[in-house]
């Protein structure tokens, strides 16, 4: 359990509590699979660690990529209904639509280093 002055910090330093939970997990999965620390404490206690180095600014979330932007973007647009894109598909083109979506999310879940 966290004292609540520290884990007002710490809310403070990621941007807010969902960003707080996603790093101290992703963090304490690095630590679990052998990661070593990035601080000296005295404490082998791994949440003490993952903490204490966010409080020390050692580990920070990603941004998230310039492909992840878009992909979020033209989701939020499907759901609002904004897009204009897909108002005007038609039997022949939904086999095409529907094949650039897959393309696409394929693309996004198995990115190419260039």
């Given at each position: 359990?966290?004292?609540?002055?520290?884990?007002?910090?710490?809310?403070?330093?990621?941007?807010?509590?969902?960003?707080?939970?996603?790093?101290m997990q992703k963090r304490?999965?690095?630590?679990?699979?052998?990661?070593?620390?990035?601080?000296?404490?005295?404490?082998?206690?791994?949440?003490?660690?993952?903490?204490?180095?966010?409080?020390?600014?050692?580990?920070?979330?990603?941004?998230?990529?310039?492909?992840?932007?878009?992909?979020?973007?033209?989701?939020?647009?499907?759901?609002?209904?904004?897009?204009?894109?897909?108002?005007?598909?038609y039997g022949s083109d939904?086999?095409?639509?529907?094949?650039?979506?897959?393309?696409?999310?394929?693309?996004?879940?198995n990115p190419t280093k260039?």
């Amino acid at each position: 359990m966290l004292d609540v002055d520290i884990e007002d910090q710490l809310v403070e330093k990621t941007g807010g509590k969902l960003q707080l939970t996603a790093l101290m997990q992703k963090r304490l999965v690095e630590l679990k699979r052998g990661a070593r620390p990035l601080v000296v404490i005295d404490s082998v206690d791994l949440q003490d660690i993952v903490v204490q180095e966010i409080l020390q600014d050692k580990v920070v979330l990603a941004e998230l990529e310039a492909n992840e932007v878009h992909f979020f973007e033209d989701a939020r647009k499907l759901k609002d209904g904004s897009s204009d894109d897909e108002k005007d598909v038609y039997g022949s083109d939904l086999k095409k639509v529907k094949e650039e979506r897959i393309k696409e999310l394929s693309e996004f879940l198995n990115p190419t280093k260039e």
